[in-house]
């Protein structure tokens, strides 16, 4: 799926959102969640490189970043089960 970062980090990074229209996501546990912002081209230092991408802003329950699918995929075909 998407990426997504933690309601902290960007309050405490102090980063632009855009709100966009509300995005919902199903969990495991059959519930869903909504946001209706995102936080784009978000430069994310991993050990020696440094990734861009979009992340949709969300309450992670103590995580700070999610790569999702969307990242995989920049980095050559990626296949799902």
Do not use: Q
């Not at 869903?32 to 949709?56: D, W």
């Amino acid at each position: 799926s998407h990426n997504f970062i933690a309601r902290e980090v960007v309050t405490s990074l102090n980063l632009e959102v855009i709100i966009t229209k509300d995005f919902s996501v199903g969990l495991r546990n059959g519930s869903k969640c909504s946001s209706n912002g995102v936080c784009r081209n978000l430069h994310v230092k991993l050990g020696p490189y440094t990734i861009v991408l979009n992340a949709f802003v969300w309450e992670l329950g103590g995580m700070d970043l999610i790569l999702g699918v969307e990242w995989r995929a920049t980095h050559g075909r990626t296949t799902l089960d």
